[in-house]
Nanobody, 124 residues
């Protein structure tokens, strides 16, 4: 079974950092992408960042560009999201998901398996 496990959330003050991890298992395809999404209370889910397994291409939404960095550790089947200079508006439940597209995409319908969320709370 395909499984994804997100971890690393927590409470941090504005300006602080957190590193989220998404550990996945149950598939051996060479071409896939891992995406991070977030959903704040009362808001729609939004794609934050993604990385493709093939060429390592990455994508970030404008609001996190320059503050967040996505990376992959193939040996550990883990994708990490380093979040720096956190802002209160980054507060949300963060989810990771896998797409078989093999290229960067933030189209949620491209993602077929989702992990449980991890809460990130940034205080002002």
């Amino acid at each position: 079974d395909v499984q994804l496990q997100a971890s690393g959330g927590g409470l941090v003050q504005a300006g602080g950092s957190l590193r989220l991890s998404c550990t996945f298992s149950g598939f051996t395809f060479d071409d896939y992408s891992i995406g991070w999404y977030r959903q704040a209370p009362g808001k729609e889910r939004e794609g934050v960042s993604c990385i493709s397994s093939g060429d390592g291409s990455t994508y970030y939404i404008d609001s996190v560009q320059g503050r967040f960095t996505i990376s992959s550790d193939h040996a550990k089947n883990t994708v990490r999201l380093q979040m720096n200079i956190l802002k209160p508006e980054d507060t949300a439940v963060y989810y990771c998901a896998v797409s078989w597209r093999g290229r960067v995409t933030m189209t949620s319908n491209d993602y077929v398996y989702w992990g449980q969320g991890t809460q990130v709370t940034v205080s002002s």
